[in-house]
């Protein structure tokens, strides 16, 4: 079957937080939202048949996860990810933002400390502190056009009173697709020092030709034990609607003791939609998955080339993964809020803006390329003409 990638799908009107809250949310009328973390494309016919299917029945009570839900998730990590995963170590939670704030209650007090590693999704700095932990931050480097860990740094910061580390895997918004060799030197410093790894990994399935995405947790048995995996198909199939997400816990204390903060905050059904919508997709969902990923790279490809071509004062971080782009705009000469500024009234495109994304983030925008060639097309154009006009006028 060949999906169509390229049809343009009006989502105003249908409480799109991308789409209809654009103009509340940058101030702006008019702009081309390319920012937040969803697709424009409509999730695969396998899918949403399966939701009809569940919608006829008419009935929508209180919902949990089946044995065939969890042979579903346990099939697709060992056929895509080559990971063989019980299936009482997958727990429910109705977002990984969401699973990472209960993680952070579950195993720390609060004063304790929580490494990040920015640039790097901003909702990971808001659960340490909104959770009255204290942020570590252990910069990544960029070095040759990529960004890698800083592991001499992160030695440094190691100390008793630090009990997990998030990290991010694929890295967004940089990119990187993590290699065996950097994972093993992160799980063991963390091992020494007696840190909990908590490995969000929510763009696992999205990874470009050449690179292996490997989840934290299979690297070996000292690292199973010590791991806590977000996945959740909802980047992958365009379902974050359904509030659906699957934590991999291997530890049985690790477990227990997550499963008892989410009962304690009252998270104990899912919703009906997310268990028929998640089952079908990962049973089903390789094909289509296969073409959105060769989609998404020439869309990469077209965004690289159209800016080096016509936009050189760009540079394209090119990613290995996920949907969302990096780039470096610091040539432009603007400080953020001067670039978001910019983006916004002159350019009409609304990208995430780095500074968000924490240390190392100035200066950078965000672009999600998961979209109809045509609306990608028109958002670099918008840039293009903007930046021309400025760098005239410019002194």
Same mark, same amino acid.
């Given at each position: 079957?060949?999906?169509?990638?390229?049809?343009?799908?009006?989502?105003?009107?249908?409480?799109?937080?991308?789409?209809?809250?654009?103009?509340?949310?940058?101030?702006?009328?008019?702009?081309?939202?390319?920012?937040?973390?969803?697709?424009?494309?409509?999730?695969?016919?396998?899918?949403?048949?399966?939701?009809?299917?569940?919608?006829?029945?008419?009935?929508?009570?209180?919902?949990?996860?089946?044995?065939?839900?969890?042979?579903?998730?346990?099939?697709?990590?060992?056929?895509?990810?080559?990971?063989?995963?019980?299936?009482?170590?997958?727990?429910?939670?109705?977002?990984?933002?969401?699973?990472?704030?209960?993680?952070? =209650?579950?195993?720390?007090?609060?004063?304790?400390?929580?490494?990040?590693?920015?640039?790097?999704?901003?909702?990971?700095? =808001?659960?340490?502190?909104?959770?009255?932990?204290?942020?570590?931050?252990?910069?990544?480097?960029? #070095?040759?056009?990529?960004?890698?860990?800083?592991?001499?740094?992160?030695?440094?910061?190691?100390?008793? =009173?630090?009990?997990?580390?998030?990290?991010?895997?694929?890295?967004?918004?940089?990119?990187?697709?993590?290699?065996?060799?950097?994972?093993?030197?992160?799980?063991?410093?963390?091992?020494?020092?007696?840190?909990?790894?908590?490995?969000?990994?929510?763009?696992?399935?999205?990874?470009?030709?050449?690179?292996?995405?490997?989840?934290?947790?299979?690297?070996?048995?000292?690292?199973?034990?010590?791991?806590?995996?977000?996945?959740?198909?909802?980047?992958?199939?365009?379902?974050?609607?359904?509030?659906?997400?699957?934590?991999?816990?291997?530890?049985?204390h690790l477990r227990e003791t997550f499963v008892e903060t989410m009962n304690k905050n009252f998270l104990v059904f899912m919703n009906s939609f997310?268990?028929?919508?998640?089952?079908?997709?990962?049973?089903?969902?390789?094909?289509?998955?296969?073409?959105?990923?060769?989609?998404?790279?020439?869309?990469?490809?077209?965004?690289?080339?159209?800016?080096?071509?016509?936009?050189?004062?760009?540079?394209?971080?090119?990613? #290995?993964?996920?949907?969302?782009?990096?780039?470096?705009?610091?040539?432009?000469?603007?400080?953020?809020?001067?670039?978001?500024?910019?983006?916004?009234?002159?350019?009409?495109?609304?990208?995430?803006?780095?500074?968000?994304?924490?240390?190392?983030?100035?200066?950078?925008?965000?672009?999600?390329?998961?979209?109809?060639?045509?609306?990608?097309?028109?958002?670099?154009?918008?840039?293009?003409?903007?930046?021309?006009?400025?760098?005239?006028?410019?002194?």
């Open positions: 079957m060949i999906f169509d990638f390229d049809k343009e799908i009006d989502r105003y009107n249908t409480s799109s937080y991308k789409w209809d809250e654009a103009e509340r949310m940058f101030g702006e009328k008019g702009v081309l939202p390319m920012w937040t973390a969803d697709m424009d494309f409509r999730s695969p016919t396998f899918i949403i048949d399966a939701i009809k299917r569940r919608a006829e029945h008419g009935i929508f009570g209180y919902t949990v996860k089946t044995e065939s839900y969890n042979e579903a998730v346990a099939g697709w990590m060992k056929r895509r990810h080559n990971w063989n995963i019980e299936k009482d170590w997958i727990c429910f939670s109705p977002g990984i933002a969401p699973a990472l704030s209960f993680i952070v =209650q579950a195993f720390t007090q609060p004063g304790d400390k929580i490494v990040i590693q920015p640039p790097v999704y901003y909702p990971f700095s =808001q659960v340490v502190e909104k959770n009255e932990c204290e942020l570590v931050c252990n910069p990544l480097k960029f #070095e040759n056009g990529k960004y890698v860990m800083d592991f001499d740094d992160l030695r440094t910061k190691l100390d008793s =009173q630090v009990k997990l580390l998030i990290l991010c895997s694929p890295h967004n918004p940089g990119g990187r697709v993590w290699t065996k060799e950097e994972l093993i030197e992160l799980g063991e410093i963390c091992l020494e020092h007696k840190v909990l790894v908590v490995s969000d990994e929510i763009h696992f399935d999205l990874i470009y030709k050449d690179h292996t995405h490997i989840p934290f947790a299979s690297l070996s048995e000292e690292f199973t034990q010590n791991t806590i995996v977000c996945t959740a198909p909802t980047k992958t199939f365009n379902l974050a609607g359904l509030l659906t997400s699957n934590i991999i816990i291997p530890n049985r997310g268990v028929a919508a998640t089952e079908n997709a990962y049973k089903y969902g390789d094909e289509w998955l296969d073409q959105c990923i060769d989609y998404l790279q020439q869309n990469l490809d077209f965004l690289t080339n159209f800016i080096e071509s016509n936009i050189k004062e760009l540079k394209v971080i090119k990613p #290995e993964a996920t949907y969302l782009v990096w780039i470096d705009c610091c040539e432009l000469g603007m400080d953020d809020k001067s670039l978001e500024q910019f983006m916004l009234k002159e350019a009409k495109v609304a990208p995430s803006l780095g500074y968000g994304f924490g240390p190392g983030g100035e200066g950078f925008i965000r672009i999600n390329i998961g979209c109809p060639r045509s609306v990608l097309e028109e958002g670099l154009k918008r840039i293009e003409k903007a930046v021309n006009s400025y760098t005239v006028l410019k002194p």
